[in-house]
T-cell receptor, first 111, second 114 residues
């Protein structure tokens, strides 16, 4: 059973617009959430995280929103740039346990 | 500062052959991990080592063994490769298990088992 779900395998967004990537989780014990970005032929890199005690965390063009009651988080990228084209993985953990990854969403930024 | 390095980058094996994937980190991290990534499956944890001298099973450990050789190195061994082990393997390290923001990944090893 998938504990972390990214239901959109791919997403295309015009350059300059907002990209919104979604993630749902089922395990209510998760209390820390992360987003990773992955380019082809490279390993994933950490992008941004959020603790369950917050509902928003912002870092430059990237903002993560957490809705605990809906067990849903989203990553907003504003404005989207060509270099944002990559696969984005949502991940969740209860900090001292293993981290669980979603299947990823491939983001295409269109010129 | 190389971060996390993996060798080899690419390998083709025949069913039943064995091989060891090597991983090393130069960040003085305590914890190290092996993941596999399959199309449409995301990253799944195979084994991890919370600290030097310890190893634990992850989500998909069957068919693999690991060795934490020292603080820097963590190897993954396939004793008898099977086509189902065709995948991209990523090694990662972090300061410790709970400090996930410090998890850095290597570039991956592409393994094809025929």
């Amino acid at each position: 059973d998938q504990q972390v779900k990214q239901n959109s395998p791919s997403l295309s967004v015009q350059e300059g617009r907002i990209s919104i990537l979604n993630c749902d989780y089922t395990n209510s014990m998760f209390d820390y959430f992360l987003w990773y970005k992955k380019y082809p032929a490279e390993g994933p890199t950490f992008l941004i995280s959020i603790s369950s005690i917050k509902d928003k965390n912002e870092d430059g063009r990237f903002t993560v929103f957490l809705n605990k009651s809906a067990k849903h988080l989203s990553l907003h990228i504003v404005p989207s740039q060509p270099g944002d084209s990559a696969v984005y993985f949502c991940a969740a953990t209860n900090r001292d346990d293993k981290i669980i990854f979603g299947k990823g969403t491939r983001l295409h930024i269109l010129p | 500062n190389a971060g996390v390095t993996q060798t080899p980058k690419f390998q083709v094996l025949k069913t039943g052959q064995s091989m060891t994937l090597q991983c090393a980190q130069d960040m003085n991290h305590n914890s190290m991990y092996w993941y596999r990534q399959d199309p449409g499956m995301g990253l799944r944890l195979i084994y991890y080592s919370a600290s030097e001298g310890t190893t634990d099973k992850g989500e998909v450990p069957n068919g693999y063994n690991v060795s934490r050789l020292n603080k820097r190195e963590f190897s993954l061994r396939l004793e008898s490769a099977a086509p189902s082990q065709t995948s991209v393997y990523f090694c990662a390290s972090s300061e410790r298990v709970s400090v996930w923001e410090t998890q850095y990944f290597g570039p991956g090893t592409r393994l094809l088992v025929l």
